[in-house]
């Protein structure tokens, strides 16, 4: 009579694992993704951005569940996005990386596109995605001469680039409006465009002036310059 009854619990237990009804428990379901860290920073506003271009940091996304409760590594099962990748990139192990061309932040997400369990039986196919920061901080120092005349540069156009200056001191993205630094009087400064994207450089205004990507000058006196983007 046992060797009876444990045959019946095997076929039962057996039932539970092939059906998987809610009658033997139900199927184990991601909620919620977390990706560590929420927030990264590149960068000061002293530092320029193009240096910047190469930093990286590895991101995880760690997955909760339900039936039971458990919170697992996932980096390796989402889909990675960048909203931004002119600005940061993410590869599809969750790296991302700075390109040094326009500054400020960008979203980055880690998505499930299908929920379902461990055993691939899907449990209601909601799409869940978790979401982090990356922020790329916009220089705005100034060379060494201290105080000095001002040299503002402006964006216009329907494009996107940067301008950045040598000496060093002005890395400015079209993005981020204008942008501003001192040299020394009497210094010669030279600003080069780079369009960013498909973005085509369309000329120079104001105290320089031009079509070519770079313009040199001598700063005399506080002095504005746009750039135009198309």
């Known amino acids: 009579m046992s060797r009876k009854w444990f045959g019946i619990a095997a076929l039962f237990a057996v039932a539970c694992s092939l059906l998987f009804t809610s009658s033997c428990g139900d199927p184990q379901e991601l909620t919620s993704i977390t990706i560590q860290p929420n927030v990264e920073t590149f960068g000061a506003s002293n530092i320029p951005v193009s240096s910047l271009a190469g930093a990286q940091v590895q991101l995880r996304a760690l997955g909760t569940y339900i039936h039971p409760p458990v919170t697992k590594d996932i980096t390796d099962q989402v889909t990675w996005s960048s909203n931004t990748p002119q600005m940061v990139t993410v590869n599809s192990t969750g790296l991302i990386t700075v390109t040094g061309g326009p500054c400020g932040g960008t979203l980055i997400s880690a998505t499930v596109q299908t929920n379902s369990d461990g055993s691939g ?3 209601s196919g909601a ?3 978790g979401y982090m920061t990356a922020n790329v901080t916009c220089y705005t120092g100034s060379t060494t001469g201290g105080t000095g005349p001002l ?3 402006n964006f ?9 200056s040598a000496p060093q001191g002005l890395d400015c993205a079209s993005t981020s409006g204008t942008c501003g630094a001192s040299f020394a009087s009497g210094t ?3 600003l080069t465009a780079t ?3 498909s973005s085509a450089f369309a000329g120079w205004s104001g105290g320089c002036v031009g079509s070519t990507s770079s313009c040199s000058f001598t700063l005399l006196s506080d002095t504005t310059v746009t750039a135009t983007f198309n």
């Open 151 to 153: 040299l503002t540069v």
């Open 188 to 190: 010669t400064v030279t």
């Open 127 to 129: 799409v869940v995605t």
């Open 195 to 197: 369009p960013v994207g």
């Open 156 to 164: 216009a156009g329907t494009g996107t680039g940067t301008v950045s």
């Open 121 to 123: 039986v899907s449990s």
